[in-house]
């Protein structure tokens, strides 16, 4: 990431504290930059707007209107913005609803700061922010749905798709994809879509996390 290039972040929460706590880690990091807060959805989708950061923060259980509410808002909506969830919820429905909605991101609140500062880093430079047991509850949401359906594998995948997933699995976001591989920003975009659409996939995290679990099929 470049270190003279802040990013720039607001956060959704309804916790006076939590936000305090990351204005204190954001204050000690010269490339994190926390330009709003806002304790309530309506709020934060207004300031989206108007302040259009980089990253929103957003947790999952707030009064009013909750997270995946504002979530689905924001990604409907012409914001540009990434949105990590940041929540003390681990539970399967909750990570699996979030990441299907859109979420670039799933992180708990228990995590030692220094872990957290690393993934807003690891977002800032374009890569998916998973806490790591949030990939396994994705991981065996899809395990379970494999065996439901028809298990999809790499077979019908083309050589340039299977290419992307793997980078997609290295939590690499179409610009940076397309930045390693010397091609245009949309043409990673529709092969994003081709290789979803045939592994039965519904999002790039989706994505990552089967290439991850399926490594034996590359």
């Keep these: 990431m470049n270190a003279t290039v802040a990013q720039r972040i607001v956060v959704i929460d309804d916790h006076p504290l939590l936000r305090k706590g990351l204005q204190q880690l954001a204050d000690l990091s010269p490339d994190i930059e926390i330009i709003g807060e806002a304790d309530s959805g309506p709020e934060g989708i207004a300031m989206v707007n108007k302040l259009k950061p980089d990253l929103v923060l957003l947790d999952l259980n707030m009064p009013e209107m909750n997270g995946l509410e504002v979530l ?3 990604k409907s909506s012409a914001s540009t913005s990434r949105v990590v969830m940041l929540t003390v919820s681990n539970a399967e429905e909750d990570v699996v609803a979030a990441l299907r909605s859109g979420a670039d991101g799933y992180l708990l609140k228990d995590m030692k700061p220094t872990q957290l500062m ?12 998973l806490s790591p047991n949030v990939a396994e509850c994705l991981a065996r ?26 980078h997609i699995s290295e939590g690499e976001s179409n610009k940076v994809i397309a930045r390693t591989l010397s091609i245009a920003e949309s043409t990673v975009k529709v092969h994003v879509k081709h290789l979803l659409k045939k592994l039965g996939l519904k999002t790039r995290v989706e994505a990552a996390v089967w290439a991850v679990t399926h490594k034996d099929q590359f």
């Design 72 to 74: 689905t808002q924001l």
């Design 141 to 166: 949401a899809m395990q379970a749905e494999g065996a439901r359906d028809t298990a999809p594998s790499t077979l019908d995948l083309t050589d340039r798709e299977c290419e992307i997933l793997i």
């Design 118 to 129: 690393q993934k807003l880093h690891e977002v800032a430079e374009g890569r998916v922010a």
